[in-house]
Every structure is written in C-alpha cells, then in structure tokens.
C-alpha cells in the first residue's frame, strides 16, 4: 500500500463536487469517503511502469435510507471523475468500494448503481466477508460488480502477467 487517508483528513479537506443527482438537478456536495488507499504494482522485470490503483472506501452500517445511499453512489462515482479527486489524492483514477452489512443490501445497492449509470464505479462486499482471515480482501476474488455474476479481485488478473511487446 502505497498511502493511506483517513475520512478524518477528507472532512478538513472539505472537498465539494457539483453532479447531477437522481432527479436530473445539478447540485453542488461535499465529499467525504470514509477512506482512500492507493496500491503500487511493482513490476517482476523492472521495465514495466508500477501502475496505480487506487479505491475510496464506503463503510454502509444499514443506517441509512435508500434515498441517501443513492445521494451517496451518484456522488462518490462524480468525484472520482473530478479534477478534485486527482490533484488532491495524486492518481488519474479509481473506483469506490462499499462495504455493507449483508449481501441483500449489497444486491440491491448494486440495482441502484446500475439504475443510475454509476455501476462502474463501483465494488461490493459484506463486512463479514472482508473481515473474513482466511481470505485477502485486497487480492481474494470476494467483491461484486453490478450486473456480473463474478467476483472479482481488486487487483485484475492482468496485473500478475508480465506483458510482452
């Protein structure tokens, strides 16, 4: 893991993004993930530039209502598409990870994500499974992408294959 920052940090940071919400109205919000982690992949020949890839985190404890997790899903994708995000994390890209309390929650999060176009965006998983010590939640097949049947991991098969040119 190359950095780590706290939602602490993101709250004095004060980050706002203008998006276009559920009802087609453009607001303007802050942002404030309750995490962000970058990885460095280091290449096994050295010739390879060490890509970047980089996740903010959504911890979803069953609070909150439908109308607020769907604030949260069309924000958070806004903001990983904002100049915003880049100069203040450092990375060109990244995608939001959601951790909630079940995998029903997590189906139906999936359903609005896809409903409003943010789906990619987006990875989902249970705190049951990410807590999970026989598994690696950073390398484990164990998250889910609206509208795939897959887990994937979040680091891509491609990453572990060397390229050839």
Sequence with gaps: MSRWVSERQFRTWKHRISYQNADMEIVEKGVEPDGFFALW??????????????????????????????????ANAAYLDSRVY????GVKSGRCLMITTGRERAQNMMALAREMNVAWAWYFCTFAEVMDQKRNAVTDALWRRAGREELVSLVPDSFYREKKN
């Design 86 to 89: 880049r100069d203040a994390l």
């Design 41 to 74: 992949w280091k290449s096994p020949s050295k010739r390879r530039r060490r890509p970047v890839l980089s996740f903010t985190i959504e911890l979803d404890r069953g609070t909150e209502d439908l109308e607020r997790i769907r604030e949260k899903l069309l």
